[in-house]
Structures are given as C-alpha cells and as structure tokens.
Nanobody, 119 residues
C-alpha cells in the first residue's frame, strides 16, 4: 500500500499564491503517477493536475494557466504551486497516487489539506 501526507493548506487572499506538497511512503516503487484533486462541500471531487513519474503533466482547464504540478520521482513527492488564486479555488485539496499491485492498479489518497481564498 501507499500512504500520502499533504501539507501547505492555508488562508490566502485573492491574487495570492500558495504551494502544496505531498510525500508518499510505503510501496512507492509501484507508483506510476501522482497528483491533486480538490473538493468543495456538495460537489464531486475533481482533478486539478496529475503528473507521471517521468514528468508528463496534465491539468484541468481551470488550473492550466495558474497552477504548476511537479514531482520528485526519486523521493516520491509531488508539489502544486498555485498562483493568482481566486475565491472559487477554495476547497479541500487531496493528494493522490496511482500505483500498481497484484491484480491491477489502485489509487491512494491523502487526508486532504484545506485551502481558503478570501476575496
């Protein structure tokens, strides 16, 4: 199994920046990609950005021009740099890792870190 621990959530003013980080432990050699999702009350969890261990990144449309995801494939850590934050970015942000195990792939989740953007 893979365990994930996030850090970096905070209260920030609109237009500001924030960096989230996440460290994986456990069966890290099985990880093929890591990334970030976010969720607000009453809504489904949505993809923010993902990145493979070889550095290929994908972004949600709302994140593409403002957020940057990066990975340290040796340490199995993933970061999310968020710039030009907007009140609509307020959410719980969850780190995720996709890893292979006997029988197929699986996804691990962190406990979430809260980001609040004030107007």
């Amino acid at each position: 199994q893979v365990q994930l621990v996030e850090s970096g959530g905070d209260l920030v003013q609109a237009g500001g920046s924030l960096a989230l980080s996440c460290a994986a432990s456990g069966a890290t050699s099985r990880i093929s990609s890591m990334g970030w999702y976010r969720q607000t009350s009453g809504k489904e969890r949505e993809l923010v950005a993902s990145i493979s261990t070889n550095g290929r990144a994908d972004y949600a449309d709302f994140a593409r021009d403002r957020f940057t995801v990066s990975i340290d494939s040796a340490q199995y850590t993933v970061a999310l740099q968020m710039n030009s934050l907007e009140p609509d970015d307020t959410a719980d942000y969850y780190c995720t890792a996709y890893f292979w195990q006997y029988g197929g792939g699986n996804r691990a989740w962190g406990q979430g870190t809260q980001v609040t953007v004030s107007s």
